[in-house]
């Protein structure tokens, strides 16, 4: 949080010291609830889609409230990438493991008491993993629609494009 | 409440048409969450908060992104008068399709009344034999697990397909100078780019 206070004097980039005050403030209960929803998404509606929807709009929130370098210092595009396929993989390697008892996707694990948290056997890990991908993949499109999309540039502040790299 | 769903409805079909006729991007964009929107709240009255909770947050998100993406852009209008040739095309398709519609909607079971033949089977058996409360999230990722993995599939492929075509520049060095010509390519250009072919 300090790194966010520095940034918050800092008028060069981002938006009012109003909207990121607002932001500090917000950013962390809006992470918390993104992974309720992904967590309890067994037991409450919500899953992993909803809740990786919501993960990546915080860190939308931060690009826009701090500008570019604050989001891609929280999750550059290699880690975006690599946070991606992780997730997909591992959901499919929960789907491989069903194999240990009979076929693909078959709920292999103990299913526990109903209503609790450790419960449903593998269905809170796969949305886990649903989660940690689509907070990526969606992060990742955002960055690369508004980032280093060639539209936007040319209208925003005439600098040299920097490579992706 | 089926009064205020039509009623919704209704404001969806409005918004919708404003988006469309509307000369400034950025309104047309606004038009297109007032029909999201409107959907949640359709999802929330029929008891769907699962897809409820995804709609809001997506529309919520994709306003912002495509805002952010309009705003910044020189040209937030569109000029120039409308051609005929796509407007009757579409008319007609469109009186084509109501057409169908009459028919195929006959067909349907009345709302409200669902025929509950699958479904019934999971509400009926969906805790005990998966052990999640949410039955949404237990046919996902249980009953209909293939499902959802060609649905990460599906995104996994966009984020690929969007990578490559938005990324500024290809994978050269940057002393190389990018001499790609795009349209029709001419007999010479076919020459010096496809040369090794």
Do not use: W
Not at chain 2, 40 to 52: H, Q, R, T, V, Y
Not at chain 2, 73 to 89: L, Q, Y
């Amino acid at each position: 949080m300090d790194r966010l206070k520095e940034e918050m004097r800092d008028t060069s980039r981002g938006m009012t010291p109003i909207v990121k005050t607002i932001v500090r403030f917000v950013i962390g209960i809006i992470v918390i609830f993104g992974a309720y929803i992904v967590l309890y998404g067994h037991v409450t509606p919500g899953g992993g889609f909803a809740g990786g929807v919501i993960l990546a709009s915080a860190y939308v929130l931060l690009t826009l409230a701090f500008g570019k370098e604050m989001g891609l210092s929280k999750m550059s595009n290699t880690g975006a990438s690599i946070l991606d396929n992780s997730g997909a993989l591992a959901f499919v390697i929960i789907g491989l493991l069903g194999f240990t008892g009979g076929y693909f996707f078959l709920n292999f694990l103990p299913k526990g008491t109903p209503f609790r948290l450790f419960s449903a056997g593998m269905i809170p890990l796969a949305n886990v993993a649903i989660g940690v991908k689509v907070t990526a993949s969606v992060f990742a499109i955002f960055m690369a629609l508004s980032i280093f999309g060639r539209f936007i540039y040319q209208a925003s502040e005439g600098e040299e494009p920097e490579s992706e790299e | 409440m089926e009064i205020i769903l039509l009623l919704l409805m209704v404001f969806m079909i409005i918004g919708s048409i404003i988006a469309i006729e509307t000369k400034n991007l950025l309104s047309s964009v606004i038009s297109v969450g007032v029909v999201g929107f409107s959907l949640s709240i359709i999802f929330l009255m029929l008891g769907a908060p699962d897809i409820a909770i995804t709609q809001v947050v997506v529309e919520i998100l994709i306003l912002v992104v495509l805002i952010r993406a309009t705003i910044t852009t020189d040209n937030t209008s569109i000029e120039g008068a409308r051609d005929t040739f796509p407007f009757v095309s579409s008319l007609i398709f469109f009186g084509l399709f109501l057409m169908f519609a009459y028919f195929a909607v006959r067909e349907l079971p009345k709302f409200g009344e669902p025929l509950m033949r699958v479904s019934g089977e999971y509400l009926r058996t969906g805790t005990e034999k998966t052990g999640a409360t949410n039955i949404v999230t237990s046919v996902l990722l249980d009953f209909r697990a293939y499902d959802t993995l060609g649905e990460a599939t599906v995104l996994f492929t966009s984020i690929v397909g969007a990578f490559v075509i938005l990324r500024r520049r290809g994978r050269k060095g940057k002393t190389e100078i990018d001499q790609e010509k795009f349209g029709i390519l001419e007999d010479e250009d076919i020459k010096q780019n496809f040369e090794g072919f």
